[in-house]
């Protein structure tokens, strides 16, 4: 299986400021298709998990645009360009490209 | 509105088995793949199994691969997922999801259901 790791575990943020997650991958997912079968979700306190983002870079519907993916290969990023205090929960980042998925172990977010 | 709606779960003892159901309502939930995810108390998600829309696809992760079993009836728009020799270690809150398709994108969970086993 592949294996997700993230970084930092824990993100004490500043609302206004920007704060940035780093996942890395064993293996690399892209996909001969061009895409990247990376996702990052957020679950925040109490409630089930939500998609941000899909295939590495694109926001799911009706997800604020502070968020934004990048990154290829092993190497992913999800960057918050201010953030607000709604945003705290534990980030996780995905790996869909073989037929068993992965999880990354989180990143709990929250305010200082 | 979409609502996908677990249930089964409870307590049960070390050894024994348990099915899980998930009922969807508010799509075509015989267009979509479905997913089981799980939480242990306090401890990040794991990503168990999925089939796909007809049936006729499945996987599993490592850790319950022989153990468990997903089903589903499109016509009870309805996805099971049968434990058995459940462990100490498989208490968690377990997830249906609903894709849509393979890239990872899950479109609705479900609140969950807790599953605890032990003696």
């Known amino acids: 299986d592949i294996v997700m790791t993230q970084s930092p575990l824990s993100l004490p943020v500043t609302p206004g400021e920007p704060a940035s997650i780093s996942c890395r991958s064993n293996?690399?997912?892209?996909?001969?298709?061009?895409?990247?079968?990376l996702g990052w979700y957020l679950q925040k306190p109490g409630q089930s998990p939500q998609i941000l983002i899909y295939l590495g870079s694109s926001r799911a519907s009706g997800v604020p645009d502070r968020f934004s993916g990048s990154g290829s290969g092993t190497d992913f990023t999800l960057q918050i360009s201010s953030v607000e205090a709604e945003d705290v929960g534990v980030y996780y980042c995905m790996q869909a490209l073989q037929t068993t998925w992965t999880f990354g172990p989180g990143t709990k977010v929250e305010l200082k | 509105e979409v609502q996908m709606v677990e249930s089964g779960g409870g307590l049960v003892q070390p050894g024994e088995s348990r099915r899980l159901s998930c009922v969807a309502s508010g799509i075509t939930f015989s267009n979509y793949w479905i997913h089981w995810v799980r939480q242990a108390p306090g401890k990040g998600l794991v990503w168990l199994s999925r089939?796909?829309?007809?049936?006729?696809?499945?996987s599993y992760a490592g850790s319950v691969r022989g153990r468990f079993i997903l089903s589903r009836d499109n016509a009870k728009n309805t996805a099971y997922l049968q434990m058995s020799g459940l462990r100490v270690d498989d208490t968690a809150v377990y997830y249906c999801?609903?894709?849509?398709?393979?890239?990872?994108?899950?479109?609705?969970w479900g609140q969950g259901t807790l599953v605890a086993v032990s003696s």
């Open positions: 293996q690399s997912l892209l996909h001969s298709n061009g895409n990247n079968y």
């Open positions: 999801v609903s894709a849509l398709d393979s890239s990872g994108y899950f479109d609705d």
């Open positions: 089939m796909s829309p007809d049936g006729k696809d499945t």
